[in-house]
């Protein structure tokens, strides 16, 4: 059984205590359970060095409970490697549908799709990730952007122009997507923060965009196991999952584990799972990517106060892990 599925996980309590005043948008129940997956790998149907089966075996046994095999402009039919998924693991359709405009690199993955999209192309850089943003919504699939940074492709004023997409990386496991910006272009943190500033909704994952299974596990290779996102959900359903990640039902991780969030109108509860001897700090931001307030407790608790617009927590560890807990909105009555 997975950590996180225990009857002490009853969590994101949605009690309204009828107070007056700000308040957060408090997120629909979603379930009591938590799911391990990673949406953002490659095999040797594209440029990854191990076979589907290897790949999904992999995170198999590492207890992930969901992936999705995203090869670039390769579509993988589950079905074909039905004999790995049980209760426990779900193999969830997916692809990287992989464009570009000029130089610029524009990947975007589509999420529980039924078949292979075609990559699509436009005349400018905004076109074509809403093209492709577009190609996976037309099948009822969720699109995520993939590594903004990679190829300094994707600024954030193109990003806030685009329609119809829930999801962003903000980690993403390849040793050449500048996650952490540099020589005055933002890091992906920043680029969220300027983003729900701005009054998007939009959420930040954490993938591997593995390609490397086999050799030497490295900080210069693109090994699996780097990042993650664990969702809540009642169930280990693919169309729930999905649903739910769209929803923000989650939290993002390098390496921090979670017991659980409660959300409930006036304040946040963070309970952090202990590892060790690791220490911890939990921030907490706000509009403008401003650290509302800190906390070393483990329960590390936020009261809202009203303008803060937004309120998500980085929780990070003494090993160099974090964790990104989804923003929650205010509403100031
Ligand atoms: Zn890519
Ligand atoms: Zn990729």
Known sequence: MHPFVSAGLLALVTLFHGQEGPTFDIPRVAGANWFKGNTHTHTTKSDGDSAPEEVARWYKEKAYQFLVLSDHNVFTDPQTLSRLVDSSFLLIPGEELTSSFEKAPVHINGLNIPRKLDPQTDTTLLGTIQKNVDEVRSVKGAPHINHPNFGWAIDKFTLLKVKNNNLLEIYNGHPLVHNLGGGGKPGLEEVWDFLLTSGMRIYGIAVDDAHHFKGEFGPT??????????????????????????????????GVELEDVIIEADRIEIRIKQRSSFKYRTDFIGSGGRVLSSSVENRAVYIVKGDEQYVRAKISDSGGGAAWVQPVFVRTN
């Open 221 to 254: 290779r693109s090994n699996p196991g780097k990042g993650w996102v664990v969702v809540r959900a009642h169930s280990l359903n693919a169309q729930e999952i999905i649903d739910n990640l769209e929803a923000g039902m989650f939290y993002a991780s390098t």
